[in-house]
RNA sequence: GCGAGAGUGGCGGAACUGGCAGACGCACUGGACUUAGGAUCCAGCCCGCAUUGUCGGAUAGGGGUUCGACUCCCCUCUCUCGCACCA
């Protein structure tokens, strides 16, 4: 008998597909498509557990289709441009480019090496000109119809590197290179994507994407922030200024006492120039600007503020307020401006109380009222409005729309909603992505670079400057160009197109990845678009996913697409995650650094921390690589799909995949050690008598089938259809082992329950299951063979076992006929005698049967 | 801080629609087979017990709704993800 070879067996299949060209699929119109998407990688050197897991559940779901006879689509490519290739390339002395590709090909054979059935004719790099071509081309289309613009933006700025810090590389405010030197906010002209132009449909959409997890869409509708209100008009005295404010409590606007600019606001400088307060001022704005925004709007930081000196007038009440620059008020939010009301606002009336402000109540409770000297707290509940001028009296919330429109009447405000969506920054200070197609003219502005002159190719002889400045702007060959209206000098953008442009359309490009006449061949995105199934990690819940929902909208309404929405249906799954291990002296310590407890560097004993998501800095990762040679693809696939459900974080454990090592093992005896009588019997034909042990096999053969079926169809819980499936082998094995001789119908029923375990858990282990199925007999390959289906009557029990309550507490068990009526039921289980001693001499009041489930007796 | 989730034995998890809490697996314990075992097979395995029982308790903690709550509601705690220039 032959001993289980992953190695042997799953390179074997895996040259069998590739030779048979199983996964390449081209448009059928006589089959349903299935478009699949797991998230591309990004090529960051080799491939990590989260890749395996993303992969092996995006695996199963694939060949699952495949087997219910669907044309499927599963494409892999690369997301290529980015940081870590920079960094690499400082680190290595290398450059993004080399190390980029290199990266690809191992990952690629990695990917390979693991059986994932990708079409790999569709593979994709995004940082291949043959990609970002077409999101430049996209981009000028933008640009064209205003969706894409340039503003003046502020930018995280470290002084010595001379060169702008993305978020992740500011450490306490100093810049991760130099973490003596505190980072600066730099102003500086940007590209931006007019995202909030969608941001009402990107809304609505949220309640038409029933696939999608609802958390997600919920953060997505937090996240876009619709919120209902009033810009309202505050004239600054002596000045021809008004300041605009976005409020969405206009109903309190008789008791804005005074008003407070963002510290960013253009105003603050325009309204302080050349007064007293002018260096005062400009000191707090720029101290406030060095905390990040969301930390210096926090609830627990102190409202702090300084006053400009300058006066407005409340338009409700047309009394002179005093106007301030305040810490808590976001320029990005509103019209970067408040008007405070410290009555019936928190934040507003700590500030007030804090610079003596005065206050006054505008709302108050219906059966009580409010004064100001003794409150202690803003009063934020609902209420009658009072010092509010002919609106005295009236609730609040009836006020909203009268204020509102009064305001209008006056030409002081309207009615408007606002979102909490920014456009979205695009412009990347780095040399390693996509050109933004721009040049600057100095006679004619700024203009697109012609189309027929794309791509504006990134030049790969360049190497990254010192602090890892982009070479772009002092690469003269690159950047100087000739204005294509007027032939004189003209400049290049040289800043680079954020990353996550290319994976808003990846998706489309996979429909035609080598199609050269435009970004997509029109008859084959509408053939396969939408996705059908995306899969990828949570982090991603927002940002990517809005951004690519953003950016289909754009092509379609470009004509691109027919679809409105990318993703019909969305999983989002976990962390893969494990125990960190620390020295006190060597920090932390990668899982193969620890001996017996102890750091093998120095023999001290390790600190075990709480299970986090593996990463670089924590060191707490597992090589697949390592566990693929050791145990094969097919038992790591097996491991992370059993050990939790796809949603949920996964707990890594070495033992776990010993255990999915076994599992396999007996599957491979069972079939290996009856293959003689396996392949010649006759699967069981459903209609031959069976004793009571076969009968059960066969049943439990059928309930396997609903069960695993129902497990990926419904809800991609692989973790319990596998455990259905061990059940079954459980069965089996029992039955064998406990048989002395075993009959031709008895090999017909066992070969039909070892076929259909066989076939159950090719997805999942797609190997090892060819080369069993080949053993039983059948001709090669699973991929073309039928999912199967259970048979309802093979299902039926004869009786059941019912649970007897009495109070709500299990007494009892009885085992009934399922065909019993309820009354029977209710009869049967007050005989019972155990069900008698309870109820004594106590009155039944009630008893609710739920039918082959429990009864329950009420005294 | 804000937004969103999660919390069940020693561990991963199961219980899908409010109906037997702990399926399946790991670890552990005992036994069988064996020259040997990190192989295999069998059995046990939430906690408690001065009633070993079809007993009592137990699903982060507290309260509520219900004949019945891991499941629904309220409060608290802990952890995870996101927060716009990481991907």
Redesign the pocket.
């Known amino acids: 008998m032959k001993k289980y070879d992953p190695q042997a067996v799953e390179v074997r299949w895996q040259s069998f597909w590739e030779e048979e060209g199983y996964f390449e699929v081209t448009e059928d119109k006589t089959r349903k498509k299935y478009y699949l998407l797991e998230m591309f990688p990004?090529p960051s050197g080799k491939i990590h557990m989260g890749h395996v897991r993303n992969y092996a559940i995006g695996d199963v779901v694939a060949r699952y289709k495949w087997m219910r006879g669907f044309n499927v689509l599963h494409p892999m490519g690369w997301?290529a441009f980015?940081?870590?290739a920079e960094n690499a390339a400082i680190e290595n002395n290398t450059h993004p480019a080399k190390w980029t590709y290199e990266n690809i090909d191992y990952m690629r054979a990695q990917l390979q090496r693991m059986g994932f059935s990708y079409d790999w004719d569709r593979e994709l790099a995004t940082c291949r000109p043959e990609y970002y071509r077409w999101e430049q081309l996209v981009f000028l289309k933008m640009f064209n119809e205003g969706l894409a613009y340039r503003k003046k933006?502020y930018?995280?700025w470290c002084g010595l590197c001379q060169t702008?810090l993305?978020?992740?590389q500011v450490v306490d405010g100093c810049c991760w290179r130099h973490l003596d030197q505190e980072v600066v906010l730099k102003e500086?002209d940007?590209w931006f994507l007019k995202i909030t132009d969608y941001a009402k449909e990107l809304l609505e959409y949220c309640d038409k994407l029933p696939g999608w997890p609802?958390?997600v869409l919920?953060?997505q509708r937090?996240?876009i922030g619709e919120s209902h209100g009033a810009i309202i008009r505050f004239p600054v005295i002596d000045s021809d200024h008004v300041i605009e404010v976005f409020t969405t409590r206009q109903d309190t606007v008789f008791g804005a006492t005074f008003l407070c600019f963002a510290p960013e606001h253009p105003l603050v400088h325009e309204l302080t120039e050349g007064s007293d307060r002018a260096k005062e001022v400009a000191e707090f704005v720029e101290r406030t600007l060095k905390v990040e925004?969301?930390l210096r709007t926090?609830?627990?930081t102190v409202k702090e503020g300084v006053f400009t000196g300058r006066y407005c007038l409340n338009p409700a009440t047309e009394e002179e307020i005093p106007i301030y620059v305040a810490n808590f008020v976001l320029y990005?939010y509103g019209t970067g401006a408040i008007m405070a009301v410290p009555t019936h606002d928190q934040r507003d009336f700590e500030f007030a109380k804090k610079y003596g402000l005065s206050l006054r109540v505008v709302i108050k409770p219906e059966d009580r009222d409010l004064t100001e000297e003794e409150m202690a707290e803003a009063y934020v509940d609902e209420g009658v409005l009072v010092n509010s001028g002919q609106f005295n009296g009236t609730r609040n919330m009836e006020a909203l729309d009268k204020i509102a429109d009064y305001l209008e009447s006056k030409g002081m405000g309207h009615k408007t909603v606002n979102f909490?969506?920014?456009d979205?920054?695009i412009?990347?200070?780095r040399y390693w992505g996509a050109p933004i197609p721009i040049l600057y003219c100095a006679k004619c502005g700024v203009g697109p670079v012609p189309e027929d002159q794309l791509p504006v190719l990134l030049p790969l002889d360049l190497d990254l400057k010192e602090g890892g400045r982009s070479p772009l702007p002092h690469e003269a060959s690159f950047y100087e160009t000739k204005c294509p209206h007027c032939g004189g000098p003209a400049t290049r953008e040289t800043d680079t197109m954020?990353?996550?442009v290319e994976s808003s359309w990846y998706f489309d490009r996979f429909t035609s990845p080598r199609y050269e006449n435009g970004p997509f061949d029109t008859e084959k995105i509408a053939y396969w678009m939408p996705v059908d199934q995306y899969i990828g990690g949570?982090?991603?819940?927002?940002?990517?996913l809005l951004y690519s929902r953003f950016y289909t909208k754009v092509l379609r309404d470009m004509g691109y697409l027919e679809v409105d929405e990318p993703f019909t249906n969305l999983l989002t799954q976990g962390?893969v995650c494990k125990e960190t291990f620390r020295c006190r002296q060597h920090g932390y310590l990668f899982p193969e650094e620890v001996k017996e407890g102890r750091c093998m560097q120095c023999g001290k004993g390790i600190e075990t921390g709480?299970s986090?998501?593996m990463s670089k800095s924590t060191k707490n990762i597992v090589d697949p690589q390592k566990l693929i040679d050791r145990y094969g693809a097919d038992t790591v696939r097996m491991f992370c799909l059993f050990?939790?459900?796809p949603e949920?974080?996964?707990?890594w454990?070495d033992?776990?995949v010993?255990?999915a090592w076994?599992?396999l093992?007996?599957v491979w005896r069972l079939v290996t050690e009856n293959r003689e009588h396996l392949s010649n019997a006759k699967p069981y034909d459903g209609i031959l008598p069976l004793s009571p042990d076969l009968k059960d096999i066969h049943r439990k053969t059928h309930q396997t089938i609903k069960?695993v079926t129902?497990d990926i169809e419904?809800r991609f819980?692989f973790?319990?259809a596998i455990?259905a499936i061990?059940?079954l082998l459980?069965k089996i094995?029992?039955f064998l082992?406990n048989s002395a001789e075993i009959s031709e119908v008895a090999w017909s029923a066992i070969k039909e329950a070892v076929d259909t375990m066989v076939i159950l858990l090719h997805p999942v282990v797609p190997h090892i299951t060819d080369e069993l199925w080949e053993m039983l007999g059948h001709p090669q390959g699973l991929t073309t063979v039928s999912w199967p289906t259970y048979r309802e009557e093979a299902l039926e029990e004869e009786s059941r076992?019912v649970?007897i309550?009495v109070?709500?507490?299990?007494?009892?068990?009885m085992e009934i006929p399922v065909s019993l009526a309820e009354k029977e039921i209710q009869d049967q289980a007050l005989r019972d005698k155990?069900v008698q001693s309870f109820i004594g001499d106590k009155e039944v009041k009630?008893v609710?049967v739920?039918q082959k489930?429990?009864v329950?007796v009420?005294v």
Do not use: C
Not at 538 to 544: R, T, Y
Not at 648 to 651: N, T
């Open positions: 990004y997301d980015g940081m870590p933006t930018v995280n702008v993305a978020n992740e500086m940007s609802e958390k919920t953060m937090n996240w925004a969301f926090a609830d627990f990005e909490r969506l920014k979205w920054g412009s990347r200070q954020d990353t996550f949570i982090e991603h819940a927002i940002m990517h962390m709480s986090v998501k050990a939790s459900p949920r974080d996964l707990e454990s033992e776990g010993e255990g076994r599992f093992n007996r069960k129902d419904d819980h973790n319990t455990s061990m059940e459980n094995n029992q082992n076992l649970v309550q109070n709500g507490k299990v007494r009892s068990r155990r009630r609710i739920v489930k429990l329950n009420v």
